[in-house]
């Protein structure tokens, strides 16, 4: 099982909320990812970072950031929860030391009301 | 930019049975690795198995093999004997530069008793 965690599971909040998805991994890989995935569908890569004060955009344009200030550490904010942000939040990481393998989180399933 | 294919959203397979899920993908690089990944219902995003591109020997990891055909582009996933723990949603990744996955749609599988 992998080292990746993310806090909360679920989450339902109104509109207009400031939430912070939270997601930490103890492998100490330096990359680490955000995907967004609407239920049974494929993932999009919304943000990732190459490691410490490293953050860049995915191929899905969000209205979430992201901080990387310690290598285990990447949370996900959103100042301002609206509707369409309902979805699944995945947080992965992964090591470039030969296997290439990203180990995913359990997710955030969030719902903006 | 690459693309990656799974063009049957949904199957099943009787228990104990063979079950083949298709791939295709586009890359313009030399050098990738694919992979396939499940995600059981409401739970962790896991790695099935792995093919390196410059490797033409079949993957294989106990019930579960690839038919990787490089020139076609096509990466094919079987599972043989399958089990009702084998009910997930199957992504198809290829990864890219710095370590980016691009995920095809998925495939829904169902194993029946």
């Known amino acids: 099982e992998a080292d990746i965690y993310q806090t909360p599971r679920y989450l339902v909040i109104g509109t207009g909320k400031k939430i912070t998805l939270e997601c930490s991994q103890t492998m100490g890989h330096d990359k680490m990812y955000w995907y967004q995935q609407d239920p049974g569908m494929e993932l999009h890569l919304i943000h990732y970072s190459y490691g410490v004060n490293s953050t860049e955009k995915g191929d899905l344009s969000s209205e979430s950031t992201v901080s990387r200030i310690r290598t285990e550490h990447f949370p996900l904010t959103l100042e301002s929860a609206r509707p369409s942000h309902t979805s699944q939040y995945l947080c992965?990481?992964?090591?470039?030391?030969?296997?290439?393998?990203?180990?995913f989180g359990p997710g955030t399933r969030l719902t903006v009301t | 930019a690459q693309t990656v294919t799974q063009s049957q959203p949904e199957m099943s397979v009787q228990e104990a049975e063979t079950v083949t899920l298709s791939c295709t993908y586009d890359t313009s690089e030399n050098n990738y690795y694919l992979f396939w990944y499940k995600q059981p219902p409401s739970r962790q995003m896991i790695l099935v198995i792995r093919q390196e591109a410059y490797k033409q020997q079949n993957a294989t990891e106990n019930r579960f093999s690839v038919n990787f055909q490089k020139a076609a582009k096509s990466f094919s996933l079987k599972i043989s004997d399958s089990q009702l723990g084998d009910t997930a949603m199957y992504f198809c990744a290829c990864r890219h530069a710095g370590n980016m996955l691009t995920f095809g749609g998925g495939t829904r599988l169902m194993v029946k008793p």
């Open positions: 992965a990481s992964s090591d470039d030391g030969g296997t290439y393998e990203q180990y």
